[in-house]
């Protein structure tokens, strides 16, 4: 299985959906909701062979594809996928019919065409297969590029309030990103070798010279730092999530914004090990700041949208001084935290979309007493919320505790205070779901039909698989951390720095 091409049909398999479903007549929005649910679907179970098939403890990338393209400038269709990627292929094949199923009423026919939202969820999907499955520096920024259109148009002409304010300030933002890492693309063809592949790249790498080095960093390092987000690259995700539709939020901050962690972790550190290291103090920097200064934005905010992007925000300054402390453990501990907060916030956003249809508004002066109505929902929203603060038995505290305790051993400023985030998260988390869904009724809740039906029986089928992944991978996180630490290892590697607590995850456990 390992000869068979898995990374450029999962690629092309979501575009031909989105072809077929954007051809369905505007008046059969059923029948355009079902097969864009079944070719998502299709697309799951060819990942699930994937990563069946995928050998641990063999090539750092595996089923690799090359096909040419232009070869005046070396650039080609060439697919591999080491640990990190496939995780993160998979997350996206585990999340898009989810988000499919939780779109299913959220589009009223007779003002927006159902097949075409569908159809650009499908278009979503192959661009962020793309850019994961990327082995080719010239092939993952078109599809780095690319991927903003469809979220543009879902955010622009699906969204709520300001949504085409938001839809334009992510379209922006991303955009000038994406200059910043063209420029550095140009530079590091011209430098080196004038080919594009990454593994000619990394051998080539070497001889850079060390401010052309550096520069290019920076090039890849900002574009990579607006999408993920890092303070101060980071406002234009609580416009985004907050206007676009909570499913489509729920794979903005759950997929599209890994592509920044992703690509500091194939682009920036394997192929500017020494730049990496000299920027590392500023990022760690970086990254703290973000924690605490989300956290604390978090805790103020009255609408539940806005609140989660936020979060996001925090969590992502987790990530980056996981990263950027260069030990294998807090690498895992980054890796799995992005697999990790894909699934909690994408539940987090998925369940308080179902608040948010009910009510008709996402402000949270606007509920209050909520519990009463809809206990089960309500419950839901509370496990989301706990899964987000990283309570231990859910899968973000495995992830959250590998970050500080491998930071720690290198940088423990930085870890120490880092773990006030946690305390703000339990703020955040904590205060939302009591002004939601705790004390007394709010009166206007009882003249709303919808706030009187529980959680049905698709938004069941929604929620269970995130729940059940993210108690599984709460417990026993093995089959996951197995796939990612032996790609993790070979970054630290690239980078050239000594782990000096080099560590094994196992049966769920952390063991020196």
């Not at 592509?259 to 090990?273: A, E, H, M, N, Q």
């Not at 909520?370 to 309500?378: E, F």
């Not at 970054?491 to 063991?511: I, L, R, S």
Request: glycine share 8%.
């Amino acid at each position: 299985m390992k000869d068979f091409p898995f990374l450029s049909i999962l690629t092309l398999l979501p575009l031909v959906g989105a072809a077929v479903v954007a051809f369905i007549p505007r008046g059969k929005g059923g029948l355009a909701k079902t097969v864009a649910l079944a070719w998502s679907l299709v697309v799951l179970v060819l990942s699930i062979v994937m990563w069946v098939a995928f050998q641990v403890g063999g090539d750092r990338f595996q089923f690799r594809e090359s096909y040419q393209w232009i070869p005046t400038w070396d650039a080609r269709f060439t697919f591999a996928a080491d640990g990190i990627a496939l995780v993160m292929l998979v997350l996206i094949a585990v999340l898009v019919p989810l988000v499919i199923l939780a779109s299913w009423n959220d589009v009223d026919e007779t003002q927006r065409s159902v097949p075409t939202y569908f159809a650009l969820l499908l278009t979503l999907e192959c661009t962020m297969i793309g850019v994961f499955a990327a082995a080719d520096v010239f092939l993952f920024y078109v599809f780095f590029e690319v991927m903003l259109v469809p979220m543009y148009f879902i955010i622009g002409s699906y969204g709520g309030q300001r949504r085409q304010y938001a839809a334009v300030k992510f379209f922006l933002y991303s955009l000038v990103g994406g200059l910043f890492m063209l420029a550095a693309v140009i530079g590091l063809w011209v430098v080196g070798g004038h080919t594009f592949d990454w593994a000619n790249l990394k051998d080539a790498s070497a001889a850079f010279d060390t401010n052309t080095a550096r520069w290019l960093f920076l090039g890849f390092f900002i574009a990579f730092a607006v999408k993920a987000p890092f303070f101060p690259f980071h406002t234009w995700l609580p416009d985004a999530g907050g206007a676009a539709p909570a499913p489509a939020a729920a794979l903005l901050v759950g997929v599209l914004d890994k592509v920044g962690t992703f690509g500091i972790l194939r682009y920036c550190l394997p192929l500017f090990p020494e730049a990496s290291r000299w920027f590392a103090p500023a990022a760690l920097i970086l990254g703290v700041i973000g924690i605490i200064y989300a956290a604390l934005l978090a805790v103020g905010q009255n609408d539940l949208k806005r609140l989660v992007s936020y979060t996001s925000i925090a969590h992502f300054g987790f990530i980056g001084i996981g990263i950027f402390a260069f030990t294998t453990q807090a690498g895992t501990g980054s890796v799995l935290y992005m697999v990790n907060h894909g699934l909690a916030t994408g539940l987090l956003f998925l369940v308080v979309g179902m608040f948010v249809a009910r009510r008709g508004s996402a402000l949270v002066s606007d509920f209050g007493g909520a519990g009463k109505l809809v206990p089960v929902l309500a419950g839901v929203l509370f496990f989301a919320g706990l899964a987000s603060l990283a309570l231990p038995g859910t899968a973000p505290f495995v992830s959250e505790f590998l970050v500080l305790i491998g930071t720690f051993t290198t940088h423990k400023v930085y870890a120490v205070i880092a773990t006030a985030g946690i305390i703000l998260a339990a703020a955040y988390v904590l205060w939302m779901f009591q002004r939601t869904t705790q004390g007394t009724l709010n009166p206007t809740l009882n003249d709303v039909p919808a706030m009187h039906k529980d959680i049905t029986l698709r938004e069941k089928i929604v929620v269970a698989p995130l729940v059940l992944l993210l108690l599984l991978l709460g417990f026993y996180p093995k089959p996951v951390t197995d796939v990612i630490n032996p790609a993790v290892q070979a970054t630290m590697q690239d980078v050239g720095t000594t782990d000096p607590a080099p560590t094994a995850v196992a049966n769920g456990k952390v063991a020196p």
